[in-house]
């Protein structure tokens, strides 16, 4: 077990999950106009499938007071973690709570 990180609780799976529920529903997608070689914004789109309008986050990168410009190997990085974390976080919890029932259902302690 990683002592650095003890067991969540029921509570805090309940918290994460109500964070998720709370965010604009998915998918949410990243796109770094670099990859499409159109330019450098760094950009989550957000409920692409099902709005007429453009919803986007941009995501701006500082070192040293100096705004970082994609491409850049930790911006891109860090744009894929937070626009994946949107399906990632419901199902991680999902297979917490999954995990969980299945070593209670074999008499074990979660």
Known sequence: MDTNHPPLTEEQLAEIEGRAA??????WEPWLETRGAIGGCSVILVQRDTSDVDNEMY??????????ASPNVQLDADLDFIANARQDVPHLVAEVRRLRALLRANGLPD
């Open 59 to 68: 995501l701006n990168h500082y070192i040293d007071n100096r705004q970082v």
């Open 22 to 27: 709370a965010a604009t529903a998915g998918p």
